[in-house]
């Protein structure tokens, strides 16, 4: 058995499972960076996060504690409907998120302002969305198993037979709204996460497909031989 789940992780290898799960926990790691960057900016966050904020500010738990029970109750639906979509990826996503998004505030706050006008709020916000955008593409490319919230749109798709594009856009709409209600960071920048992050992804992912092939590339040469004089 755990020979036939290895093989389903890693067809390609070990060692390559290994580099892909090395770039999506660096991915996760600009992601978070990026979506502290938009509750700092003050002018929304991305929709899944932006709920999580508002339901653990109106239920006082820490944004960490709440993200990852929230998204261990998702997984459960994930393992049971899809479970091909789980791997290191997903558990990087839904364990750190929550907790890096604390810790890069935190951060912030000691070394830098507060962005007090709207110009800054902006430039901050921007910034904020192409780190995001990137970190995103990162995790993904890397292949090594979606996050929790980014598993419901193919499954979605599954049972609905509908388009991906459109599942994507109305459960992002859906959580928008929720988050608007739970009293979350909801913005202009929430709506261009929810409509318009999927061209930058792209974008992104084309600009990391040479790091995939160096990757592939790398893990998938023989072990140097031995010299026999050396032995």
């Known amino acids: 058995m755990i020979k036939t789940i290895l093989a389903t992780l890693a067809p390609k290898g070990a060692k390559n499972y290994l580099w892909r799960s090395l770039m999506s926990f660096i991915g996760v790691t600009i992601q978070a960076i990026g979506a502290t960057l938009l509750l700092i900016a003050n002018l929304g966050m991305d929709p899944y996060s932006a709920i999580n904020v508002g339901l653990s500010k109106f239920l006082n738990i820490s944004l960490g504690n709440y993200q990852l029970a929230i998204n261990f109750i998702i997984l459960i639906f994930v393992f049971f409907m899809e479970r091909k979509l789980i791997g290191t990826g997903t558990i990087f996503n839904m364990v750190l998120i929550g907790y890096y998004i604390q810790l890069f505030n935190w951060l912030y706050g000691l070394v830098l302002p507060l962005p007090t006008t709207i110009g800054s709020q902006i430039l901050v916000a921007v910034i904020g969305l192409l780190i995001f955008t990137f970190g995103v593409a990162v995790y993904i490319t890397a292949d090594t198993g979606v996050a929790p919230y980014d598993a419901l749109t193919p499954i979605l798709v599954t049972l609905t037979h509908g388009k991906y594009k459109v599942i994507r856009i109305a459960q992002d709409s859906l959580f928008t709204l929720g988050a608007y209600f739970a009293g979350g960071p909801v913005g202009v920048v ?42």
Do not use: C, E, H, M
Request: charged content about 15%.
């Open 190 to 231: 929430t709506i261009i996460v929810a409509f318009f992050t999927g061209p930058l992804i792209v974008f992104w992912d084309q600009r990391l497909q040479g790091l995939i092939n160096w990757i592939d590339l790398k893990s998938a040469l023989p072990a140097p031989s031995r010299n026999p004089d050396q032995v």
